[in-house]
């Protein structure tokens, strides 16, 4: 099971950490990572981590002004979000799955093993 948590609303330049609890072994030997959704859109890639905590991808759109880490020893992965814009503005879901982690970039999370239920991510201008 996965809960995602520390969404809300944030100004424009602002920032956000979105974390992601997992129970259970769901966390081991998997890559984990956040994928988002926006109104009318489709889910897209946003970053992911390899299952050592030593590999981390990003997608062009957030590159540089988000940072995803996963606590060592702990199910715990975390999306520092920094300069938020207005089009960050979307439902952030975590997965995780057994691939590796750098084929995560700009999929859309088909066949994901486990994902969150999500947390609204709001941006206002």
């Known amino acids: 099971q996965l809960v995602e948590s520390g969404g809300g609303l944030a100004q424009a330049g602002g920032s956000l950490r979105l974390s992601c609890a997992a129970s259970?072994?769901?966390?081991?030997?998997?890559?984990v990572g956040w994928f988002r959704q926006a109104p009318g859109k489709e889910r897209e890639f946003v970053s992911a981590?390899?299952?050592?905590?030593?590999?981390?991808y990003y997608a062009d759109s957030v590159k540089g002004r988000f940072t995803i880490s996963r606590a060592k020893g702990k199910n715990m992965v975390y999306l520092q979000m920094n300069s938020l814009k207005p089009e960050d503005t979307a439902v952030y879901y975590c997965?995780?799955?057994?691939?590796?982690?750098?084929?995560?970039?700009?999929?859309?999370?088909?066949?994901?093993?486990?994902w969150g239920k999500g947390t609204q991510v709001t941006v206002s201008s």
């Open positions: 259970g072994r769901t966390f081991s030997m998997s890559a």
């Open positions: 997965a995780v799955d057994s691939s590796d982690a750098s084929t995560w970039y700009g999929s859309r999370g088909h066949d994901m093993d486990y």
């Open positions: 981590v390899s299952w050592t905590g030593g590999s981390t």
